[in-house]
């Protein structure tokens, strides 16, 4: 495969102007929604990494674990401007501590021995999800006004770990949809998302980077297993830099016309994935 330093500098222009660009939206959004930003990161690495001829049997693995790695830093970045405001419920983020951790492990883990093409077709059904969810949901919207029993805060955040390990997101967006529905506040909701990013990012990260040792002679110059260092050296920094400005928005603005342009965003990515898949 070639080198970085041996692309068309056109194309290097394309793949750094790609990755700043992602990395402004990602760190807006993590702020704004208490997300990590890997719903943008996946299908804009998946891309540019067929831009730059990574094979179709890794590219899906080296988008996740990148996009898993770059969260780690915007996700605690985030955390720590919604905490200075106070809006963290803590009682939900000790109950996920130990079962989301292990849910992050048990997601990376399994994303090992399944194809490229599985996770493109987990995350084109999970974006469609969740276009649906910010298109037609209602913040009105409950089960309960209380969490459940901390055995089943904490089961239900292990099944967010494993899916959010599996399509390299923070579990932000399904945590606040969890938190919401069950009578937490929407500021509230997002703030606490943004922690269990990082309980979920740092774990699922390293377990890419184990996952994909194996298979460094099918992957691109200067990837670390299933992590690419040159997609988290540009990807990272600004993404941190952007955050605080998406919280700053979260609290200050409306966000249903936001929320609607995430949604079609989605929509379109889901269509595009499986448009992929199908052809």
Same mark, same amino acid.
């Given at each position: =495969?070639?080198?970085?330093?041996?692309?068309?500098?056109?194309?290097?222009?394309?793949?750094?102007?790609?990755?700043? +660009?992602?990395?402004?939206?990602?760190?807006?959004?993590?702020?704004?929604?208490?997300?990590?930003?890997?719903?943008?990161? #996946?299908?804009?690495?998946?891309?540019?990494?067929?831009?730059?001829?990574?094979?179709?049997?890794?590219? =899906?693995?080296?988008?996740?674990?990148?996009?898993?790695?770059?969260?780690?830093?915007?996700?605690?970045?985030?955390?720590?401007?919604?905490?200075?405001?106070?809006?963290?419920?803590?009682?939900?983020?000790?109950?996920?501590?130990?079962?989301?951790?292990?849910?992050?492990?048990?997601?990376?883990?399994?994303?090992?021995?399944?194809?490229?093409?599985?996770?493109?077709? #987990?995350?084109?059904?999970?974006?469609?999800? =969740?276009?649906?969810?910010?298109?037609?949901?209602?913040?009105?919207?409950?089960?309960?006004?209380?969490?459940?029993?901390?055995? #089943?805060?904490?089961?239900?955040?292990?099944?967010? +770990?494993?899916?959010? +390990?599996? !399509?390299?997101?923070?579990?932000?967006?399904?945590?606040?949809?969890?938190?919401?529905?069950?009578?937490?506040?929407?500021?509230?909701?997002?703030?606490?998302?943004?922690?269990?990013?990082?309980?979920?990012?740092?774990? +699922?990260?390293?377990?890419?980077?184990?996952?994909?040792?194996?298979? =460094?002679?099918?992957?691109?110059?200067?990837?670390?297993?299933?992590?690419?260092?040159?997609?988290?050296?540009?990807?990272?920094?600004?993404?941190? !830099?952007?955050?605080?400005?998406?919280?700053?928005?979260?609290?200050?603005?409306?966000?249903?016309?936001?929320?609607?342009?995430?949604?079609?965003?989605?929509?379109?990515?889901?269509?595009?994935?499986?448009?992929?898949?199908?052809?």
């Amino acid at each position: =495969m070639d080198t970085v330093s041996a692309l068309p500098l056109q194309e290097l222009v394309e793949l750094g102007l790609g990755l700043l +660009a992602a990395g402004v939206i990602t760190g807006v959004l993590a702020g704004l929604f208490g997300v990590g930003g890997g719903a943008i990161i #996946v299908p804009v690495l998946v891309v540019l990494f067929d831009h730059i001829g990574v094979g179709d049997s890794v590219e =899906m693995q080296l988008a996740v674990g990148t996009s898993l790695a770059v969260i780690v830093p915007t996700s605690l970045r985030s955390f720590r401007a919604h905490r200075a405001r106070g809006t963290i419920d803590d009682e939900a983020l000790k109950a996920w501590i130990l079962p989301v951790a292990l849910g992050a492990v048990a997601g990376a883990a399994i994303a090992a021995f399944v194809t490229s093409d599985a996770l493109k077709a #987990v995350f084109a059904v999970f974006a469609l999800f =969740m276009a649906g969810n910010l298109l037609f949901g209602r913040e009105s919207w409950r089960l309960s006004s209380e969490l459940p029993r901390r055995a #089943v805060t904490g089961v239900w955040g292990f099944v967010i +770990a494993v899916l959010s +390990a599996l !399509i390299g997101i923070g579990g932000g967006t399904l945590g606040t949809l969890f938190l919401q529905l069950h009578g937490r506040p929407i500021h509230t909701a997002i703030g606490t998302s943004s922690g269990l990013g990082a309980l979920i990012s740092i774990p +699922a990260a390293i377990g890419y980077v184990v996952a994909g040792w194996p298979h =460094m002679a099918e992957l691109p110059p200067l990837s670390l297993g299933f992590v690419s260092l040159v997609g988290v050296a540009i990807l990272a920094p600004v993404s941190v !830099i952007s955050a605080p400005l998406g919280v700053r928005i979260a609290h200050g603005l409306s966000r249903r016309t936001l929320t609607i342009a995430f949604g079609l965003f989605l929509t379109l990515v889901s269509a595009r994935f499986f448009y992929d898949l199908a052809t």
